[in-house]
């Protein structure tokens, strides 16, 4: 349910528009235009993303599609916008870099939301809690970070996943990838013995049965969308939508599309 501030944000963007109406003004705060938001092309949210990161960000069929895709979609459209996606580096992302230099309104790449990042980004509401897991091939012999020592580790660089490998992995050499396809082909094709990230992606690995999670790790995570610091006007409007999307269970019917099972 949206808490009062948040009612008070959004009703004085919709008194705006029906201002501008009953004044005989055009129409463009209906489609986004000139909206306030600090938009890079007003009309449109325009959305950075590390791809692929499945189940959150990929490619089917020509699109881009995911849980944070489909999500973003949503909140665009409850803006009136319409939404272009970006394909940035997570490094540009986490970093802030992305949105300062405005090659996007916004991130959506599966952010944890750290009190690092924060000191550089403005972070919506959380909306999805992760945690981290170590995969494995099937039959190996490691069940455990204990058994980790000896051996090749692989993580995401400039991830949460990486930090915890860093702080908690002992006698293992870490080597990290730009992305979850790099590191799945090197766990496939036996660079690495283990990978240790968020939970929802290393579960996509395991479809086959040729990979297992045998370990977890609660890290107390949420990811968040994320923009410029100054910009609390989108956040806002941001966050107004995600409470809409949970009150009228279409955020539920978008996470079960992706994590049901």
Do not use: W
Request: charged fraction near 25%; proline fraction near 2%.
């Amino acid at each position: 349910m949206l808490n009062k501030a948040r009612k008070t944000a959004l009703a004085a963007v919709t008194l705006g528009a029906l201002a501008l109406t009953a004044c005989g003004g055009d129409d463009s705060s209906a489609n986004g235009a000139d909206s306030g938001l600090g938009l890079v092309s007003e009309g449109t949210l325009t959305v950075c993303s590390e791809i692929p990161y499945v189940p959150f960000e990929y490619v089917e069929d020509g699109e881009y599609t995911g849980f944070d895709m489909d999500l973003i979609r949503e909140i665009a459209t409850g803006m009136g916008l319409e939404t272009e996606i970006q394909q940035q580096g997570f490094e540009a992302i986490q970093g802030g870099t992305a949105v300062s230099a405005n090659m996007c309104d916004l991130s959506a790449s599966a952010v944890s939301i750290t009190p690092e990042r924060s000191e550089k980004l403005l972070f919506s509401d959380p909306y999805y809690d992760s945690l981290q897991t170590l995969l494995v091939p099937a039959g190996s012999d490691i069940s455990g970070i204990d058994d980790l020592a000896g051996k090749r580790v692989g993580v995401q660089q400039s991830t949460t996943g990486a930090a915890y490998a860093q702080e908690n992995v002992e006698g293992a050499e870490i080597l990290e990838y730009p992305g979850d396809g790099e590191l799945f082909q090197a766990i496939q094709g036996g660079s690495i013995d283990a990978i240790l990230q968020d939970i929802a992606v290393n579960t996509n690995h395991t479809k086959d049965g040729a990979f297992d999670i045998v370990e977890e790790y609660q890290t107390d995570e949420s990811y968040g969308f994320a923009t410029k610091k100054e910009n609390t006007a989108l956040i806002e409007e941001v966050n107004a939508q995600l409470a809409d999307l949970r009150d009228n269970g279409k955020y539920d019917e978008i996470y079960d599309k992706y994590f049901a099972e």
